[in-house]
């Protein structure tokens, strides 16, 4: 047997990727599975994206690029910051990485240290614990209802603060709850963290345009007194249906960026030449392909409040933004399935939908909310339909 180290081994699998696959071996035996697990545009890339990196390609950019990935890129992100956002960081505060998800895990390892806490509200997406775990932090969860639309409140924020507090984790869009917070809710979390000017925060905006409120997007950089202490995380996955091209970056103090640098330097060098010209075609093309996807996405939110409320013991609350339902289903659990299964936990009502209605969701526990599972409504609008109707159908027989 080989021995693995305690710190992989303690490391949950990631389990939104887990039912994707799960949902995918379902499909190659012939099933026919809806996946509503993944988090992912069903969007291809646009055009004009893909262009520049078959020019990338004939231009020769095959060699290793700098650590911190191209200066004309980190200058379209800082202009983008600037334009988009209203926040201003210099292309040496920017460190591209392979995947918004790279960029965080890179920020937690640097800045926290052995027994260093990190607040994450909870529901949260599956890997900011294991990260903060990895980094041998302490993940200090604070749990938000679906009552306070999934939002942590100032009271909730500063009781969870101690010395030992090195950061909090902000996603907003959320991933899972699609809940966002306004300007005002964070300006009011933004005056206790200036209080603590060791105090991090780890803003998550990579559903920043995939949103639903009708108003501007606000980032958490942009409020003057918490400046030198918000580290942005964003990358082109979401907005421009890019997951598979890798690219995300961070956006920090110059002394956090040069260690994600420094780090990023002897694990995994420059992120993907030819993936960081199509990043900057993103960034400085047209925009109108993410409205478009906007658009979609929320036709798609509509429909997926509307025939979730249609099924009795489903409670939801409308995201305002990303592309997650988060249904509470308390009221499924204790009951038994016409195979004779009980269905105790959400994890229990995830997988008899995905064996019996042959739609693949994912648990609330995996973000840390028991009780609920998540739905990606990132899918036909015909996809969504058949789903609800197979999971309706499949919950109206448990007893
Ligand atoms: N943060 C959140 C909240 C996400 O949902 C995702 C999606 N995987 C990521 C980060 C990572 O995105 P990327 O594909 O850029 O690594
Ligand atoms: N963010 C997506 C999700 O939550 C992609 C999967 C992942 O990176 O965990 O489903």
């Not at 294991?130 to 009552?147: H, I, N």
């Not at 979390?189 to 803003?203: F, G, Q, S, T």
């Not at 995300?248 to 420094?262: D, H, M, N, R, T």
Request: proline residues 5%; charged residues 20%; contains cysteine.
């Amino acid at each position: 047997m080989q021995s693995i180290s305690p710190r992989v081994k303690a490391l949950a699998v990631s389990q939104t990727l887990a039912m994707s696959q799960k949902s995918a071996e379902l499909k190659a035996k012939g099933i026919d599975v809806i996946n509503l697990s993944v988090g992912e545009p069903d969007f291809n890339t646009p055009s004009h994206i893909k262009a520049a990196a078959v020019k990338a390609i004939e231009d020769n950019f095959s060699f290793y690029s700098p650590v911190a990935g191209y200066m004309s890129l980190r200058k379209a992100i800082a202009a983008k910051l600037l334009n988009e956002n209203n926040v201003e960081f210099s292309p040496e505060q920017i460190v591209v990485g392979n995947g918004a998800k790279h960029a965080l895990s890179n920020v937690i390892l640097a800045t926290v240290a052995p027994g260093d806490e990190v607040i994450i509200p909870t529901p949260a997406w599956v890997s900011y614990v294991e990260m903060v775990k990895l980094a041998e932090g302490v993940p200090v969860t604070v749990e938000t209802k679906l009552e306070q639309n999934f939002k942590i409140s100032p009271e909730q924020l500063a009781a969870a603060i101690t010395p030992r507090t090195r950061a909090i984790i902000l996603c907003s869009p959320s991933n899972p709850t699609g809940s966002v917070y306004t300007c005002e809710e964070l300006k009011a979390l933004a005056e206790i963290i200036a209080l603590h000017p060791d105090m991090l925060v780890i803003a998550d905006e990579i559903y920043e345009h995939i949103l639903y409120t009708g108003k501007d997007f606000v980032s958490m950089a942009s409020f003057d007194n918490i400046k030198s202490q918000v580290v942005l995380i964003n990358g082109v996955s979401k907005a421009y249906a890019m997951t598979g091209w890798r690219i995300g970056f961070c956006a920090a103090p110059v002394e956090i960026a040069k260690a994600v640098s420094k780090l990023q330097g002897q694990t995994t060098s420059g992120a993907s030449s030819i993936a960081q010209k199509a990043a900057e075609a993103a960034y400085t093309g047209s925009q109108e392909c993410v409205e478009e996807m906007r658009l979609a996405f929320e036709r798609r939110r509509n429909l997926v409040v509307k025939l979730a409320r249609q099924i009795p013991g489903m409670r939801v609350s409308e995201p305002q933004g990303a592309f997650y339902l988060f249904p509470e289903v308390n009221s499924f659990l204790g009951t038994v399935a016409p195979d004779g299964r009980t269905i105790n936990t959400s994890g229990d009502l995830a997988l008899y939908l995905l064996e019996e209605a042959h739609v693949a969701t994912v648990d609330g526990a995996a973000f840390c909310a028991p009780g609920f599972i998540r739905m990606s409504y990132a899918t036909s609008d015909e996809n969504l339909v058949e789903a609800f109707a197979r999971i309706s159908k499949a919950l109206a027989v448990l007893k």
